[in-house]
């Protein structure tokens, strides 16, 4: 009986302490709950948007950063420095030395009208980045599925102002470049916070149907083109080498032109003298004028013969050079 009398009277005193105990213990999880929830950290590659009761109030770079606890401040972490991308036509399931696509059919997005009525099917992929981190997170819901709706009817716009012949060869990088310029205009426009990066036309081919003729189609083009450089370098090899050789006749044909006449001219010049000096002193000029024709045709004679007049028989003569 006096032990269950003491312990009656302790029993308010330990009621105390244990209300004590769970005071404090309260106070301390409270404590432990708003230290955790006042600092967050923001990665080298992120900016977080910090809202309060749901309004955005300010932006925080990487580091270590205090925030009110207890869900008065939330701070939403957006990846603004890293590169995504959106693939259009084709799924990559693993990228690697040897990159593995999904099997299904993405179809519906690759095939294009083109501006002469034909279709192409064109596998392109946008590579985009975040530069507006408040923008991406209010302004639009989903701004991902935004992006690819936008691409899709740039791209579907772009390739129906063209040839199919365009979107097949030489056209390629025109598109993605005009293609890439009206999606970052529309982009900017609905607020989506979203930077275009690049666009690139993967692979563009006709379709599956069709691919058998288009190739024999551009097989035979590229075989006129190829008879058309091969006409066209022999003409250059030819045209030329003929045009040099007229004009090596002409040049020839005018020289020797130009020597006649200056050698008839000097041969006329010529004789004119010596019929001046013939009118001067006739019988010297003839006498002179002979021996110099003997001069000249002598030499080339072998054998001399000297004829008398009177006896009409040939006059022998020492043969010295024998």
């Not at 948007?49 to 701070?75: D, T």
């Not at 399931?93 to 192409?120: F, H, P």
């Not at 045209?239 to 006649?260: C, D, F, H, M």
Request: hydrophobic share 40%; proline share 3%.
């Amino acid at each position: 009986m006096q032990q269950l009398r003491e312990w009656n009277e302790k029993r308010p005193h330990m009621g105390q302490m244990n209300a004590k105990w769970i005071l404090f213990l309260i106070l301390g999880v409270i404590l432990l709950v708003s230290l955790a929830t006042s600092f967050y950290t923001v990665e080298a590659d992120e900016i977080a948007v910090v809202l309060m009761f749901g309004k955005s109030v300010r932006q925080a770079e990487p580091g270590l950063h205090f925030k009110l606890p207890f869900g008065i401040e939330k701070a939403i972490s957006v990846p603004v420095r890293k590169v995504f991308k959106e693939e259009f036509g084709f799924r990559t399931l693993k990228a690697g030395v040897r990159t593995q696509y999904d099997t299904r059919d993405y179809s519906a997005e690759s095939l294009l009208l083109t501006g002469d009525l034909n279709i192409a099917d064109v596998e392109w992929v946008v590579q985009y980045k975040i530069k507006d981190a408040k923008s991406f997170l209010f302004f639009v819901r989903n701004p991902q599925r935004a992006l690819r709706d936008l691409s899709e009817s740039v791209m579907s716009r772009v390739i129906g102002d063209r040839l199919v012949t365009e979107v097949l060869t030489v056209g390629r990088i025109e598109i993605a470049a005009e293609v890439e310029e009206h999606l970052q205009r529309l982009l900017d426009l609905y607020q989506t916070g979203l930077d275009v990066a690049s666009v690139t036309l993967q692979d563009v081919n006709p379709p599956d149907e069709v691919k058998s003729a288009f190739n024999a189609v551009n097989e035979a083009k590229q075989e006129k083109e190829r008879l058309i450089n091969e006409a066209w370098r022999d003409y250059n090899q030819s045209v030329p080498k003929s045009k040099g050789l007229a004009l090596q006749k002409i040049s020839e044909a005018q020289g020797y032109a130009l020597k006649r006449v200056n050698q008839a001219q000097g041969d006329a010049d010529r004789f004119k003298a010596i019929r001046l000096e013939y009118q001067k002193a006739k019988e010297v000029t003839r006498r002179r004028l002979y021996l110099e024709a003997m001069r000249e045709v002598l030499p080339q004679v072998k054998e001399i013969y000297v004829i008398d007049a009177e006896t009409n028989a040939p006059i022998p003569i020492l043969q010295l050079n024998q």
